[in-house]
């Protein structure tokens, strides 16, 4: 059969051509075109698919589509070119993620239909692959850069906000801003810039109009008003942004109501340190380190008597406002050295030249590197307050003088009545010897008492040196003890109770006798109706004693206790028992200087005291003093007692006063073979020595004399002859003129009351000694 290939011819050119068009249009355009057999391998493609996936044409054909993707978009793949198949629907739109040759990734949307052959099998898929990878990017970017300004927006810490412009709406807001004001995000659909910007409307809108016309502005400090009314305080920034072409405002707070609130805080403490300042009583001051004054306040001007503050600023200050300049050169250099002194005394002086007291308590102002710039400080004038003082402490002077006086005027009557008694007992003629000695005996102990209470009042005074020496307390108790059993009222027993292994103890024997004496003294006292006074010692190791007096300095110590049975006392007593002059007895019975005097003795030997009483029950002072590790030395009261001395033939001149003593002196000397001669005072003293000096070896004078006293007689009898030889007898010398004296030639001192014995050694004593 013939059959017309012209036609045939035709068509196929016409076919060619058109296959050649298509695949000029294919190459042209941009998307990737593709046919896939139904395993998915390529079967045709155009250049720009070759470009999307970076093969060249012949690496692609037959390539299969798993060879380009990964596994999940394989399947996506597989899915889609399954359902077009089965359905023959062809699926648009849908997005693949391809790898290029070179590794990159690409996004692409793609259209797939399905391909059949004329008889209308299916026999592969045909394609349009668009790259959006670019896209993609970009709305990435675009939603990334969203959600970071959302993010700022919504995390500031400031409010802020935006609004319309023109129906002055608030369009969004951060939760901060919600925050501050109180408003929920529900009100804010109906919230206008009126409801919170606590302005006037007309201000508002010029803020506006200002934002409208200059883009973005600083609009500086403005008020917001809170939901519930109160106020905040907000520095604004505004600034004009596009959305959807229409003008947004977005304003950006800051809320400084606490900075607002410390500022005024601030302003107001000012304000109250100023006043404190200047209505202080006391002067308060702030001065250069050279003397100038800064700043003072009222209180100072007056203090000084200035006019005004500015005549005080000029002053200099240690010349014109220091008693004695000398003075605050001490001051500052005990400033500079502690950085603060409290209420350091200083004299200062007025205007007018007048002298004022004050205490000033200071500190110095440095700089940052350390460096003093200002001393500040505080003067109170105490002034009057000094010359009070003065006058009370003269006032309470003469009190306690006066009570102390009282009771020693009632003990000396005591003791002079004592003596009285006996004497005038004496006088009666028929007494035997027997009765004369015991009587003397009293005269005796009633003289020794009344010595004693002197030596108490110039212990209580100072006016005598201690001689520490190791003591056996034991023999100091034993004898004290035989000695108030003797004097005390026969109602009162006596009983001492002695620890046998007593260490000695370091101590002024005088003193400690001086301390039995008053603890038993005062036993007596509290024991008017009678009672039982023991007097015991004991030794104690310190550890015992530890918890109860925390600062022991001693191993060992000796207690002496004096214990009695009589009234007691209540608490208040015991509290107040040590201080000088503190007495529940009536006056004229008690000075209340017995314990004072205890106390200083005790605590002078490193010991202390402990009292028990109760009031009914009696009471015990206990008196701990340190055991010393020395052997003893043996003790003696009176250490010239049982000395036999020997008497003399030489002149003695005595010179006294008092009748009494000038007889004592005489016939006990002329009793011992020495002769006499006799001066009632200084003046005659020292007439009858001029006379007689060569004859007189010794002259024994008293000290308190009148006329002449008993130093003025050693003076001038020395002018007479520079070797004269003197004993003074006295019952108190203070020891600077005692030792004064000594230097200056006086051989030996009596002390009043004096014993026969004492007498008569010191005078064989002078006599001998050479000069
Ligand atoms: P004075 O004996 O002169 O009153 P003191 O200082 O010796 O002074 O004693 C002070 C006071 O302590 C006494 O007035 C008395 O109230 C009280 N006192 C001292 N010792 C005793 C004691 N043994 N019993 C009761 N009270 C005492
Ligand atoms: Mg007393």
Not at 181 to 206: C, M, P, Q
Not at 303 to 328: A, M, T
Not at 466 to 493: C, S, Y
Not at 727 to 746: C, D, F, H, N, R
Request: charged residues 30%.
């Amino acid at each position: 059969m013939i059959k017309d290939i012209t036609d045939n011819k035709l068509t196929e050119e016409a076919l060619r051509e058109g296959e050649e068009r298509y695949r000029t249009i294919l190459d042209d355009i941009e998307d990737g075109y593709f046919e896939v057999d139904i395993a998915g391998n390529f079967t045709f493609f155009n250049d720009s698919m070759c470009k999307i996936l970076g093969y060249l044409p012949n690496e692609m054909m037959g390539m299969n589509n798993q060879e380009y993707m990964d596994e999940g978009n394989a399947r996506k793949v597989y899915q889609t070119f399954n359902r077009v198949y089965i359905t023959g629907i062809p699926a648009k739109g849908f997005d693949w993620e391809l790898i290029r040759k070179d590794g990159k990734r690409r996004f692409v949307e793609a259209s797939v239909s399905p391909m059949k052959s004329s008889t209308g099998k299916a026999i592969g898929f045909r394609g349009i692959v668009r790259d959006i990878t670019e896209r993609k990017r970009a709305e990435e970017a675009l939603r990334e850069n969203e959600e970071r300004y959302q993010a700022l927006f919504e995390q500031a810490i400031v409010p802020v906000y935006i609004f319309d412009p023109h129906t002055k709406r608030v369009l969004e807001a951060n939760s901060e801003f919600f925050r501050i004001l109180g408003y929920s995000v529900e009100e804010l659909e109906t919230l206008h810039v009126y409801d919170f910007i606590a302005h006037n409307k007309e201000s508002v809108d010029r803020d506006i109009e200002h934002v409208l016309k200059e883009g973005s502005r600083d609009i500086g400090v403005r008020n917001w008003r809170r939901k519930d009314g109160t106020l905040v305080h907000v520095i604004v920034t505004a600034s004009l942004i596009q959305q959807h072409g229409k003008d947004i405002v977005c304003i950006i707070a800051n809320d400084i109501t606490e900075l607002k609130q410390a500022e005024e805080d601030l302003r107001q403490s000012e304000q109250k340190y100023r006043s404190l300042f200047e209505e202080s009583k006391d002067e308060v001051y702030i001065t250069t380190p050279e003397g100038k004054i800064l700043d003072v306040n009222p209180a100072g001007v007056k203090l000084f008597g200035y006019s005004s503050k500015e005549e005080l600023l000029r002053v200099d200050i240690p010349r014109q406002l220091y008693w004695n300049s000398h003075q605050r050169e001490e001051y500052k250099r005990l400033l500079d050295k502690q950085g603060y002194v409290k209420d350091f005394e200083l004299e200062m002086k007025t205007k007018d030249g007048k002298k004022i007291v004050v205490l000033d308590t200071g500190s110095v102002v440095r700089d940052s590197s350390g460096n003093i710039v200002a001393y500040r400080g505080i003067v109170r004038d105490i002034t009057e307050r000094k010359s009070l003082e003065e006058q009370l402490r003269h006032s309470q002077k003469l009190e306690s003088l006066g009570t102390l006086v009282g009771g020693i005027a009632h003990d000396f009557n005591n003791i002079l009545g004592i003596i009285i008694g006996h004497a005038s007992l004496l006088q009666v003629a028929s007494i035997d010897k027997e009765e004369v000695s015991r009587r003397a005996e009293a005269i005796m102990e009633a003289t020794e008492r009344g010595a004693s209470l002197v030596k108490q009042m110039m212990t209580f005074a100072r006016k005598t040196e201690p001689v520490f020496q190791p003591l056996d307390l034991n023999m100091l108790v034993k004898e004290f003890a035989k000695m108030i059993n003797e004097t005390f009222p026969k109602t009162i027993k006596v009983c001492s109770r002695i620890a046998q292994d007593l260490p000695p103890v370091v101590s002024d024997a005088t003193q400690i006798h001086q301390v039995l004496l008053n603890l038993c003294i005062n036993a007596r006292d509290a024991m008017p109706k009678g009672g039982t006074l023991t007097i015991s010692t004991k030794r104690v190791n310190a550890e015992k004693l530890g918890r109860r007096f925390p600062n022991l300095t001693a191993q060992e110590y000796v207690v002496l206790t004096v214990a009695d049975t009589g009234i007691g006392m209540d608490k208040n007593t015991q509290r107040r028992l040590f201080e000088p002059f503190f007495t529940t007895k009536p006056p004229g019975h008690g000075t209340g200087l017995g314990l004072a005097t205890v106390y200083g003795i005790v605590s002078s030997h490193g010991g202390f005291i402990h009292v028990e009483s109760e009031p009914g029950k009696g009471a015990a002072f206990r008196v701990y003093m340190p055991a010393a590790e020395k052997p003893v030395l043996y003790y003696q009261t009176s250490d010239l007692s049982d000395v036999e001395v020997n008497g003399g033939s030489e002149t003695i001149l005595i010179v006294d006063d008092e009748e009494y003593l000038r007889q004592f002196m005489e016939s006990l000397l002329i009793s011992k073979g020495y002769n006499i001669l006799i001066a009632k005072d200084g003046e005659q003293a020292v007439e009858i020595y001029r006379e007689h000096h060569k004859n007189i070896a010794l002259v024994i004078s008293d000290m308190g004399l009148p006329r002449l006293s008993g130093e003025d007689v050693f003076r001038q009898i020395r002018k007479v002859n520079p070797n004269a030889k003197v004993i003074l007898a006295s019952g108190l010398v203070e020891p600077v003129l005692e030792s004064e004296l000594l230097k200056a030639g006086v051989q030996e001192f009596i002390m009043k009351p004096y014993t026969q014995t004492e007498v008569l050694v010191k005078t064989r004593k002078v006599l001998d000694a050479k000069i």
